[in-house]
């Protein structure tokens, strides 16, 4: 009867697990959603308990004043996920310059208060980004996710200050399936329970 009842539990954990073998969403922890200076960066984390080579990351960009896009001003954020860089992007938010995006098959929607995006003008109105679909290969444990922003045009200087712009990452999740071996070992125990219930019941009758 005992063997009964654990192959009963372990059979409704094992069909729980594959019930959310769907794609499950993760919240980041540690997002700072600004203003913060430009240049900066910080670093946000995930403990995941499964690992999925094909996760997903979506991210919402806060701007603030005039943080620029692709111009003589061009900001520029950089993402990188466990020490990897994955992407980097330049955004009109508020600042003028033209949108563009890296982030591998990831897109990028950006939207401001006057609605200038995809133009070039300058409105010191910020605005966000919204980073959807960025892949990358989630490690079961710690992961780490730095967001940075750096000035590379020669006429910033060492930046403009949060009196003329800023950024921040308001939120960002992760969407992630467990890796098929997790549900193969499920379904061996739960065959050697089964195995070991038949055995029981066999001597028992002798």
Known sequence: MKIKKTLIAFAASALLAFGSAHAA?????GLQGGPLVNPGSFTATLNSAVADPMASLSFVLNGFLSLDGHN????????TINGNQVGTGSFNLGGGG???TMFGNGT?????????D???AIGWNG???????????LN???????????????????????????????SATVTAVPEPETYAML?????????IARRRKQSDAV
């Open 98 to 100: 033209a949108s563009d």
């Open 25 to 29: 969403t993760f919240s980041l922890t």
């Open 187 to 195: 379904l061996a125990g739960l065959g050697l329970m089964g195995a």
């Open 140 to 170: 079961s444990g710690v992961n780490t996710f730095t967001f940075a922003y750096s000035i590379p045009g020669a006429s910033n200087g060492s930046g403009q200050g949060l009196g003329d712009e800023g950024w921040g990452i308001a």
């Open 108 to 116: 990028a929607v950006t939207v401001n208060p006057s609605n200038m």
């Open 72 to 79: 003589d001003y061009k900001d520029l954020l950089t993402l």
């Open 118 to 120: 995809p133009g070039t």
């Open 127 to 137: 605005g966000t980004t919204t980073v959807s679909g960025v892949t990358f290969a």
